[in-house]
């Protein structure tokens, strides 16, 4: 995944990284909206995995009840 947001550009002249300007570019990131984001994404995967095993526990099923078991 690539972005195209330009970078935060802080003064910090003490900084490692600083230009000669004293200019420290850092990524234009929301910490929390991206947490948000994992988290949001990792409940529904969970939701998504347990759809699948009801649908192959109903299937296991139904082959049961087809075979007379």
């Given at each position: 995944v690539s972005d195209?947001?330009?970078?935060k550009e802080v003064y910090e002249p003490n900084h490692p990284d600083a230009d000669s300007k004293g200019i420290v570019k850092y990524p234009d990131i929301n910490v929390v909206e991206e947490m948000?984001?994992?988290?949001?994404?990792?409940?529904?995967?969970?939701?998504n995995a347990q759809?699948?095993?009801s649908a192959k526990r109903?299937?296991?099923?139904?082959?049961?009840?087809?075979m007379g078991q």
């Open positions: 195209t947001r330009p970078f948000v984001n994992m988290i949001t994404i990792s409940r529904s995967y969970e939701a759809a699948v095993d109903m299937f296991n099923r139904a082959l049961r009840i087809g």
